[in-house]
C-alpha cells in the first residue's frame, strides 16, 4: 500500500542519528511513503568530536541521506555545525516551505531547533506528528519547573495529529498529559541488526576469540557496561554495585567498559582500592564493531541515573545477553522481564548489587538466550517503520 508521490512525509532532525536512519529507509523503500528529509547539519555524516565520548568519529553505518532527498541547513565542510551544540534552525522555514510535504515528522522538542520546526510546521498548515524520547519519568523532578514544562507539553501535544510511543512510559507519558488513544500510534524504539552478527551460530564463532582477546579465563563473569562514560550513565554505581557483592562471585568478575569518556580515571581509581576488582576499557567502537564484545559478556549493566530509553538494552538482548538495569532505565518495563531477560534494581548500590547476584542465575544459559532475542523481535526496524507508515496514512487518508 503506498501513497500518491505528491503525499509527502518530511522528516525533520537535528543531525542524520544511525539508530533512526534504517526505519526511514525502510519506510520508504518497503511500505512506499516518500520520504524528505531536512537535518540542522550533516556534522554525524561527515564525522565530529562528540564530548561525552571525547573522541572524534563517523558512523560506519548508512544513514540514509540521498542529495535529491534530503537538505543540510549547514555542512561541516563549508563552515557550518561541526558538532550538535552548534546547530541553528537558520533556513529552516524556507526549506519546510519548498517541501510542500502532506504531514511532517518530528522527532523532539529539545533542543530549540526542533520548537522551531514545529512553530514553522504549525505556521505552515502541516499536520505534525511526533516521535520522540519521552517518557512517564524524568529528572525535572516534581517542582514548578516539571509543572510549567507539562502545559506547554499539552499544548504542543493538542497541536499533532499522532503521537507515536516508543514504549510503555512513552505511551503512558502521552496519556497522563490528556492524550487521547485514537492520537497514538505505537513506533517502538529499535536498532538496526544488520551491522551484527547476532544469532548462536555468531556467538560459537566469536565469544572465545573475543575473551581471550579480553583476557578473560573460563569460568570469568564478564560485565559489560556500553555507552558514554559519563555521570548520567552512573558506570561508577557498578564499581560499587560489584564491590558489595560476596567475596566468591566478586573474585569471578572482569568490568569491561566498552565506550569513553571523562568518567575513565575516577573509575580506575576506585576499581584499584580495596577490595580490587579487575576492568578493562575498550574505548569507543562503531557498529559494526559490537558483536564480538557483546558475544563476549555474561551480562549487561545500564545503570543509568536517568535514561528516556536505553538501545544498548536492545543491541544486548539481540545478542541474547540478559541485562540488568536501574528503574529510571525507559526500557525497563518493556525489554527487562526479571528472572527471564534481566533484572531491575533501584538504583542503590546495594539494590544493585542484589540485581546483580539474582542476574548471575541467568548467565551462559540457551534458554534465556531464546527468551531474550524473542522478546526484543517485538522491537525491530521493521515494525517501527510501520507504525510510522500508520500514522502517516491516518493523517493523510483518513478513509484508508
Known amino acids: 500500500m503506498s501513497v500518491s508521490p505528491r503525499e509527502k512525509l518530511l522528516i525533520i532532525g537535528t543531525h542524520p542519528v544511525q539508530y533512526q536512519a534504517p526505519v526511514y529507509r525502510m519506510l520508504d523503500e518497503q511500505w512506499g511513503v516518500p520520504v524528505n528529509m531536512i537535518y540542522a547539519s550533516d556534522f554525524s555524516v561527515t564525522g565530529y568530536y562528540d564530548k561525552a565520548f571525547q573522541t572524534r568519529f563517523a558512523w560506519d553505518v548508512d544513514l540514509f541521506t540521498p542529495p535529491d532527498r534530503c537538505v543540510f541547513l549547514s555542512r561541516s565542510s563549508e563552515g557550518g555545525a561541526t558538532c550538535f551544540d552548534e546547530i541553528s534552525a537558520k533556513g529552516l522555514r524556507k526549506a519546510m516551505a519548498a517541501s510542500r510535504p502532506a504531514a511532517v515528522l518530528l522527532t523532539g522538542y529539545s533542543p530549540a531547533f526542533h520548537r522551531h520546526a514545529f512553530y514553522h ?75 551484527f552478527q547476532w544469532d548462536e551460530r555468531a556467538r560459537a564463532k566469536l565469544r572465545t576469540a573475543a575473551r581471550a582477546e579480553l583476557g578473560l579465563a573460563a569460568d570469568t563473569i564478564a560485565l559489560l557496561f556500553s555507552g558514554k562514560l559519563e555521570l548520567r550513565k552512573q558506570p561508577g554505581l557498578l564499581v560499587e554495585a560489584v564491590k558489595m557483592l560476596p567475596e566468591a562471585e566478586r573474585r569471578r568478575i572482569t568490568l569491561v567498559f566498552l565506550g569513553s569518556g571523562k568518567e575513565k580515571e575516577a573509575l580506575c581509581a576506585e576499581a584499584a582500592k580495596d577490595p580490587a576488582i579487575r576492568v578493562v576499557f575498550l574505548g569507543f567502537k562503531n557498529q559494526t564493531e559490537l ?110
Open 121 to 195: 510546521a504549525a505556521r505552515l498548515g502541516y499536520p505534525i506528528m511526533l516521535r520522540a524520547e519521552t517518557g512517564d519519568r524524568s529528572p525535572d523532578g516534581a517542582g514548578p519547573a516539571k509543572w510549567i514544562k507539562n502545559i506547554l507539553l499539552r499544548s504542543m501535544y493538542a497541536r499533532c495529529k499522532r503521537l507515536l510511543p516508543i514504549g510503555q512510559r512513552s505511551y503512558q507519558h502521552y496519556r497522563q498529559l490528556g492524550c487521547s488513544d485514537q492520537k497514538l500510534v505505537f513506533s517502538r524504539y529499535c536498532v538496526d541488526t544488520s551491522p
Open 291 to 400: 558483536s564480538p564484545y557483546y558475544h563476549a559478556a555474561d551480562l549487561l549493566v545500564l545503570p543509568s541515573a536517568f535514561e528516556t530509553w536505553g538501545l544498548v538494552i536492545n543491541e544486548a538482548l539481540h545478542h541474547g545477553v540478559p541485562c540488568v538495569v536501574t528503574d529510571t532505565v525507559g526500557c525497563a518495563p518493556d525489554l527487562v522481564q526479571p528472572g527471564i531477560t534481566g533484572e531491575i534494581a533501584s538504583g542503590t548500590p546495594q539494590s544493585l548489587a542484589d540485581a546483580l547476584m539474582r542476574a548471575l542465575g541467568l548467565i551462559q544459559r540457551e534458554d534465556v538466550r531464546g527468551h531474550c532475542r524473542s522478546l526484543v523481535e517485538n522491537y525491530t526496524v521493521e515494525k517501527a517503520s510501520k507504525g510510522i507508515r500508520d500514522a502517516f496514512h491516518q493523517v493523510v487518508d483518513p478513509g484508508r
